[in-house]
């Protein structure tokens, strides 16, 4: 059984998220700083009986009210305390059935030959970031402010949730996107738990030369592992193919175009960095995504290695805006959720992101999209970011260490001058910090 503190805490959460307040607003409020009150949420501090008359007034309750529970205080709530919109937590499925009045004037004619009908989409409720509160909210409700039961019901249906967003955030878009077309063979699983032909860069790499520098005892270097932050939520930026792919031959690179190409990547020609191909190998043709293509086009401008060359391709038209919308609802509602300390509802963003690349290729998880190409583009984003921070901290002078997985970057000298310390998207995390060359 919660105890009071605990489940004032629950409340307290519940409330900002109906009330769309963040902590520094709340804090103001009540006579509190914002970390005050940040150490009083993630029970660091106690909340007192004082914070408590205050937090009650605040939400325009009595005190006995407020410590009964989230959902008997979100019950309490007075209406004018909640936002006008956003307020529906699913988009509709079709539009109202009710004709709209005729005009009184006489319609022109129609065309002889009218054009087909534009498929539609249900126009959201609200902004796109309400939807998620929303649902955080209903969560927490349903399960009478158990916190983990609320985050265990969330990551459940996250597949469905962020598949609804994706689709709401698509209303109004430029394009409609093809959610099954065919695919092409080489995308195609050689078993059902195999894999594909597409190589999609994941870094493994570490210098050869200081670790056989420093295990010789000539080098001694301090390192710190830097921690990428929400590395696929990141990637959800990226030139994704919009129909089906159409094959093509020739050394041609077209940029208003995205898909997967099978290229002869050339000699890797600076071995204090690694390549955008991640562990690969053995040499010779092999397919890869347009972010690995794009990034090794641009390591060849920068004489970094031998210009990639493209010998088939398969791609459509593309944009880079196709999920945007989306991202930038679910990167919102994470910078609040990490000011607010609400774990709850980070561990939910976390899990919709993840969730929809690991599902969008041939996962029975999600049977609303079946896009294997855009599956491997937006891992190969994410490993191409990863690469190109490896980049930014070579050419700013630090040392790169290693480079692993899809956000884990290991690197000597001041990374503080060069990376912004924090938990944003655009900040990077120091995991740990060890001696290269001490006790290895």
Known sequence: MMSTEETLRLTVAALMQLTRERQPDVAAAIGLTQPQLSRRQNGRASWTLTDCDRLAAHWGMPTLDLLAGPTHAAERLPADRRPTTGIQTTAPTQPPTTAPPTPHHTAPPAPLNPPPPTP??????GPLPDLIRDRVAAALSEAGGDAEAAQAALIKTAVPDVMR???TSRVGGRYEHSEFPPTADILRKRSQKGADEIWEGRPKWRSTDLHRAARAGHITMDVTALDMNAAYLSALKTWLPIGKLVH???NHHDPKRSGVHLVDPG?????DLPSPLGARQQPGP?????????ALIRCAQ?????APKIM???TSGASEGLLEKMR????TVREEAIANDDSVTTEYIKSMYSKFVSTIGESAANREIRRPDWMHTIRSQAFVNLWLKAHKAHKAGLTVVQMSGTDELHVSGAWREVFPEGRGLSQVKAKNVYTLGGNE
Do not use: K, Q, V
């Open 120 to 125: 539609r989409r249900a126009a959201p409720a």
């Open 165 to 167: 967003l994706f689709a």
């Open 248 to 250: 093509s031959e020739g």
């Open 267 to 271: 000699e890797w020609s600076t071995p």
């Open 286 to 294: 092999l397919w890869i995504t347009e972010p690995t293509l794009r």
């Open 302 to 306: 920068m004489d970094l290695c031998n």
């Open 312 to 314: 088939e391709s398969w």
């Open 328 to 331: 930038r609802a679910l990167a």
